[in-house]
């Protein structure tokens, strides 16, 4: 790969896998967006912070909401503070521009350094969301009516895309990005992770830590499996609560940290007495 | 030029469009793409493949399409050193090619270059025996032998075809068995709003009141619009118990998957064992008593659910067909299930039926007679992404 360009090789705080770089640095050098997803609690957020702060760029989060609309993104015109302003004869009415405040999509595009623009958890908004994008994400420009301007994109922001696969996304958004699905992490993998955050963790205890908790993520009737910042603290659970290695696996101390469900809770539970479970239907 | 590449993708069901194509050689041509037939790999992935439900028909149409061009034995490093040196020209070597040189199936080949890999002690160039670049030997590249394994300069500590074959993301499958998360998506196509559908005016439309009334210069004119909610009630009946017990873990995630959906405008789950009689059961475990009167049920329900049947409808053509056909000993039936099956039909004009068994297997499958009987009074779907979607897309529409 060109080595003159951005080129995306992870980060202190963040682990990533060569596939993932992979597929950072494509769609940087295709100046297209990337679309991430994900099990939740893979570092989906995460990697867009850890791209601008290698690459030292400003980043630049537009986290979505299920109300959020498209032109939230782009621009809102003030018309009510203009209303009031012309009745208190306050500020200059006619320069409509005063009025109109850039959206996160609009700070991007108006930067003077290319920034990384986050927009995270896309598949909040309504179906249409990602359709209303389209041409501003192809074209990097916007038009404002009020003013009659073209906001165009002095340089092309990066664009990270996350979802939680809780709606499909329309072919025609799909086909304009770069998709990655980061795996949830192996157990080497979840090592280094480990490592990053936390500096001395007993080899004993991270052993039997790792090989419980994929044991926990193997069974099949949970509900909500523990992912990696359940893990994360559940070490420090662990490490501050003095509990003794091997008892680990055994007892399952702060099994709470781990699990967030009533159900998983149980099922756990007689999975630990009797070696089986009979309550997959969570009745 | 890898265009037959693009449609094996394609046979394989990857909607890859030609705008994806062209990105993918614009990539090249920009030299993104890493020596190796592993960066190939991750390159074409990212680009044509959009969602983590194909990753494995791509791995397949990968491995499938790659599968000569690598070797999947672990070459010894000296082995590249020797291979990625000089080559001969090819016109050195056109006059010694053999026309009456054995020809290797592929497993041969594979054996001989193991065999060879274990003999070999030197670098080799231009002979008809060894591993090495040119020559006529099977083995090697840059040679003139008309079948043999390539040893190419690839990346050499993962193979591409390695990563490909081991299909990482088979569980991913649409058409694989599903779980909870996968099966709420899929149910929240399940929907039909009633803006969509003939109600009252119900809701204060603001942006068209406010247009109203400065149309009507500034004088007050109300707009109401249709509310725009689901309005799809569903009635979900379940088999959940005897030749079920299997599929157990499938179908409680489907139960946990519609409990969780919250955008039905009701929701009813009933439960019954084999197959269904005077009673339905309130409760998974089927428990004599805790049930309602099929008729009742029947009754208080409108016509204007959606019924989904779950089980796999294998039983003795007695428990459909036969008065007393109930296998629970103490419950005798007046009337046969298969005139409650038809009951529930002629009611509820949208209705389908899941199945467990894998749609293959059910002329076959032990009950095959009575899954045919339930098939001719119910569009039936395998319970698996791909079915449970086409079974939606059957509950919209109207008939």
Sequence with gaps: ?283 | MFIEFFYLLRQHQLKISIKEWLDLIGALDKGLCGPGLLDFYHLCRSILVKSEVDYDKFDQAFAQFFKDFESPFEIPEEVWKWLNGGEKSKEELYDKIDPNAPRYQLEELKQMLEQRLKEQRSCHRGGNYWIGTGGTSVLGHGGFAEEGIRVGGESRYRSALQVANSRAFRDFRQDNIIDTRQFQVALRKLRQYSATVETARTELDIDGTVRETTDNGGFLKLVFEKSRKNTVKLLLLFDSDGSMLRYSRLCSALFQAVHKANHFSDLKVYYFHNCIYEHLYTSPYCVRGEWESTEKVLNTLGSEYRIILIGDGAMSPTELLRPGGNCIIGLYNELPGIYWLERIRDKYPHHIWLNPIEEADWDYAFGHVTIAAIRDLFPMYELSLEGIEKGIKKLLVNR
Aim: a negative charge; proline letters at 4%; hydrophobic letters at 40%.
């Design chain 1, 1 to 283: 790969m060109n080595e003159s360009m951005n080129c995306f090789k992870g980060s202190q705080a963040y682990v990533a896998g060569p596939e993932l770089m992979y597929a950072v640095n494509v769609a940087i050098a295709l100046e297209k967006p990337l679309l991430i997803k994900g099990e939740p609690g893979t570092g989906k957020t995460m990697l867009a912070e850890a791209i601008a702060e290698s690459l030292g760029k400003e980043l630049i989060i537009w986290s979505i909401k299920s109300t959020t609309k498209a032109k939230d993104g782009l621009y809102v015109y003030d018309t009510v503070q203009r209303l009031y302003d012309s009745q208190f004869q306050e500020g200059d009415v006619a320069d409509i521009k005063k009025y109109i405040h850039m959206g996160k999509l609009g700070e991007a595009f108006t930067a003077e350094a290319q920034p990384v623009l986050l927009i995270d958890e896309i598949d909040k908004a309504d179906l249409e969301f990602p359709n209303d994008l389209l041409w501003e994400l192809d074209r990097m420009e916007f038009y404002i009516h009020e003013t009659k301007e073209t906001v165009r994109a002095k340089n092309r922001p990066i664009v990270i895309i996350t979802s939680n696969a809780e709606k499909e996304l329309p072919d025609a958004f799909l086909r304009r990005c770069i998709f990655h699905y980061i795996a949830f992490p192996d157990s080497d993998t979840m090592r280094k992770i480990i490592a990053v955050h936390y500096e001395n963790v007993e080899r004993k205890l991270l052993d039997q830590v790792i090989e419980t908790f994929y044991w926990l993520r193997e069974i099949k009737e949970l509900q909500k499996k523990p992912g990696t910042p359940e893990l994360l603290d559940w070490i420090r659970a662990l490490q501050l609560g003095g509990v003794k290695v091997e008892r680990i696996h055994g007892e399952l101390p702060f099994l709470g940290v781990l699990l967030k469900k009533n159900q998983d809770f149980d099922v756990v539970c007689e999975i630990k007495e009797k070696g089986y479970t009979r309550k997959g239907w969570g009745v």
